[in-house]
């Protein structure tokens, strides 16, 4: 059986969590697009793990598969399992052949163009971690594969080929001096070393195969999406996206399984209670800046706003997991969730944060948007058109803290009323039952009606 997990928002929604609160009996969780801008934590016996490229079950002794649809950092790979190794972890990680290879020179290009779109306030707010320069080398079919780098005559060509045209890029263009990071024979010994050690440690698959014949064994496989829906870069909010595709259909192309297989398992919509999210582009339901550092609850609505966004911020962490970056907040966005529920087709849901939103007296959630003076209940097609949306929201009581791990014991009955309420209008809006409730970080803390596995 599969289980395909998707964020539902903008990211940030607490995937990896879900990917650990179901994954015991998986065998296999597999990574099928993004790279190390994926950050996810994980808490396993009372221990927090930080992870941005290692799939999220390897601190449980799953096998994780970062699949063709994901660009690879080796550095980044190798630090993290290193740092795994001294955790006393072992993970079994394999690395498809035909995933796409993150240089130095993506990441110093990222930083070059945020800087220049800077200037007319167009930056899109990336990671830095040079995502979308290795996936436009990758449909500009110039970028080097994992495979690459196991064959010597094959990576220099390649780089020889591709390097002097990034350097002549920042050099020439944008009048940025390069160094080591342009430098092809620093780059051959460097990523030569890379191959040897993926080779020599038996992680290197044929993606498609490797999870055909898992599965043909009898496994269960977590799909892991990174990410979110509206940061897809055909269904998201263009041009503020991620390089890849979150949502379900890139899960069949991010593993080179067929659709039937993603669309005869489970499809798993991951909704954070409330809306987040790094980077720039629209969010009608934004409460304020990052700031919100504006004390009380008096003054005017803007001042308001502010203290919400900051008492919703700290209450639930919410400062990106790979930059450190304080997130946007916001209310819940009913438009945005029935895009993606579309988009994906779920079959169940996730939500998370329920216990970060106590303590609140009421709180609103984007049933619709005013657009043009026409109520629309799904996001628009152009971004123009999005951030031109007004949110209608509706008012909902809100509810006290509560002992959540007895929360979770006792089940969904247990949760305060007015959550019951809250939660049970996401359902019914999207047709979609709830699988599951996140009270807390671990996985105790979660509220289990459904799990897809049993």
Request: glycine fraction near 14%.
């Amino acid at each position: 059986m599969t289980v395909t997990i998707v964020g539902a928002q903008l990211g940030d929604e607490g995937k990896g969590g879900i990917v650990d609160l179901f994954g015991e009996p998986a065998d296999v969780v597999a990574r099928y697009q993004g790279g190390d801008n994926a950050g996810h934590t994980v808490v396993h016996e009372g221990v927090e793990y930080k992870l941005s490229l290692v799939p999220s079950g390897a601190v449980r002794g799953k096998i994780g598969v970062l699949g063709n649809g994901c660009v690879v950092n080796p550095r980044t790979l190798f630090d993290e399992l290193d740092t795994l190794a001294d955790r006393d972890l072992d993970p079994d990680v394999r690395v498809a052949r035909r995933a796409h290879v993150i240089f130095p020179y993506h990441r110093v290009l990222d930083g070059i163009e945020e800087d220049v779109k800077s200037e007319t306030d167009d930056e899109v707010g990336t990671t830095g971690r040079g995502i979308g320069p290795t996936y436009e080398d990758k449909a500009g079919r110039r970028g080097l594969r994992i495979g690459d780098l196991t064959d010597e005559d094959v990576l220099r060509r390649k780089l020889e080929y591709v390097v002097p045209q990034k350097r002549a890029l920042a050099e020439d263009v944008y009048g940025v001096d390069v160094g080591e990071k342009f430098d092809i024979d620093a780059l051959f010994e460097e990523y030569r070393e890379y191959g040897t050690r993926l080779a020599d440690e038996d992680m290197l698959v044929n993606a498609g195969d490797f999870l055909a014949d898992r599965l043909d064994a009898g496994d269960n496989i977590i799909f892991e999406g990174a990410q979110g829906t509206l940061i897809d870069i055909d269904h998201g909010n263009y041009p503020y996206v991620t390089s890849s595709n979150p949502t379900a259909g890139g899960a069949a192309t991010g593993t080179g399984l067929g659709p039937d297989v993603i669309g005869g398992g489970e499809i798993i919509g991951i909704v954070k209670a409330y809306l987040s999210r790094v980077g720039s582009g629209p969010m009608p339901t934004e409460l304020a800046g990052v700031e919100g550092d504006t004390p009380g609850y008096e003054g005017n609505a803007g001042e308001r706003e502010e203290t919400l966004a900051t008492e919703i911020r700290e209450a639930g962490g919410e400062y990106g997991t790979v930059t450190g970056r304080p997130r946007r907040v916001g209310w819940l966005d009913m438009p945005i969730l029935r895009h993606a529920t579309r988009a994906s087709g779920f079959s169940g849901l996730a939500v998370n944060h329920i216990d970060t939103l106590a303590g609140f007296d009421e709180l609103k959630i984007g049933h619709s948007y005013t657009l043009d003076g026409e109520e629309v209940l799904t996001v628009p097609a152009t971004t123009g058109e999005w951030a031109r949306c007004e949110p209608n929201l509706r008012t909902f009581e809100g509810w006290d803290d509560a002992d959540w791990e007895a929360v979770a014991a006792d089940g969904y009955d247990a949760l305060p009323e007015n959550a019951q309420t809250y939660l049970d209008y996401i359902s019914d809006e999207l047709d979609t039952p709830i699988y599951a409730v996140g009270v807390g970080p671990g996985r105790e803390q979660s509220v289990v009606r459904e799990r897809p596995f049993e």
